[in-house]
């Protein structure tokens, strides 16, 4: 009998995003019952593929959970994010799918749902920006602060990704590093 090799849950996360292409990315601020607020980060993404062939938008919300205790209350929020609640919202939605999170890690929770599109109506910065990510705010009941849009990869890459609401004063953002800086900081790794 083999023994199993630990999962590393940074591992997982890194493989899973080089097959996708980051659309977008906001941190937030979950409130849930008794006056408890998380902290987390959703980041947007669709396939690497051709656009033409499969059409979906990956969310994934990484929430600093620090007890299994406040987990369910994050979940319940969190599974407000239904396929007929989003579909109003989101004319151009043809079906959800939840997507299990194989790996945990002590202090987080993971979840993902991939929107399913249309054929011919791709995961755009619009959609993104005027569809997804209000329909995202309202339904599950968190502040997000404001989106911030990753350079496609036939733009040029620049020192600040564009920011879907200019902030009152402009943030310095490294495209290379802030969202891997965010990630190590609730993985808490350095």
């Keep these: 009998m083999t023994k199993e090799k630990p999962i590393d849950l940074m591992d997982e996360v890194i493989s899973l995003f080089s097959r996708e292409e980051m659309i977008a990315y906001f941190d937030f601020q979950l409130p849930v019952g008794g006056g408890e607020s998380f902290g987390g980060l959703c980041k947007i993404s669709r396939s690497k593929r051709d656009a033409s062939q499969l059409n979906y938008a990956s969310v994934l919300f990484i929430v600093d959970a620090p007890t299994p205790a406040c987990r369910p209350g994050i979940l319940d929020k969190l599974n407000a994010l239904d396929e007929t609640r989003l579909q109003e919202a989101i004319p151009e939605l043809a079906t959800l799918v939840p997507v299990p999170v194989a790996a945990t890690h002590p202090g987080l929770l993971l979840k993902q749902i991939d929107l399913i599109l249309?054929?011919?109506?791709?995961?755009?910065?619009?959609?993104?920006?005027?569809?997804?990510?209000?329909?995202?705010?309202?339904?599950?009941?968190?502040?997000?602060?404001?989106?911030?849009?990753?350079?496609?990869?036939?733009?040029?890459?620049?020192?600040?990704?564009?920011?879907?609401?200019?902030?009152?004063?402009?943030?310095?953002?490294?495209?290379?590093t802030s969202l891997r800086s965010k990630l190590m900081k609730l993985f808490r790794r350095d």
């Design 118 to 176: 249309e054929k011919g109506c791709p995961a755009t910065r619009h959609l993104v920006q005027d569809k997804l990510c209000p329909a995202i705010s309202r339904l599950a009941g968190l502040y997000a602060e404001p989106l911030v849009f990753w350079p496609a990869p036939a733009e040029p890459a620049s020192h600040e990704p564009a920011m879907a609401k200019p902030p009152a004063q402009p943030a310095e953002v490294d495209p290379d």
